[in-house]
């Protein structure tokens, strides 16, 4: 059975960081972080590629960085200069041999990690 294994999540003041983890017990050809917040879409935070190949969300190039551990079969998300509209659910998600292009490519799931960003 696979897993996806989230870890990081927490409360942090407006201008912060933290650091998200997600182990999987398989390979992946991509992976990658999604986010919903109350009342929202879950929409397409970041996601990076074997090969690495990454994409990221408009508003949050340049402040989150995604890397990944293709031994480990771990993604990792560094989010700085967090702002409180950064607050959400994250879900790891993964494809197996695409490239996560859209939300209906997403094969495996996370359970999901609350990110609280305080004003």
């Known amino acids: 059975q696979v897993h996806l294994v989230e870890s990081g999540g927490g409360l942090v003041q407006a201008g912060g960081s933290l650091r998200l983890s997600c182990a999987a017990t398989r390979s992946f050809n991509a992976m990658g972080w999604y986010r919903q917040a109350p009342g929202k879409q879950r929409e397409l935070v970041t996601r990076?590629?074997?090969?690495?190949?990454?994409k990221y969300l408009d508003s949050v190039k340049g402040r989150f960085s995604i890397s990944r551990d293709n031994a480990k079969n771990t993604v990792y998300l560094q989010m700085n200069s967090l702002k409180p509209e950064d607050t959400a659910v994250y879900y790891c998600a993964a494809d197996v041999g695409g490239t996560m292009a859209t939300m209906s490519s997403v094969e495996y799931w996370g359970q999901g990690t609350q990110v609280t960003v305080s004003s």
């Open positions: 990076i590629t074997k090969g690495g190949t990454t």
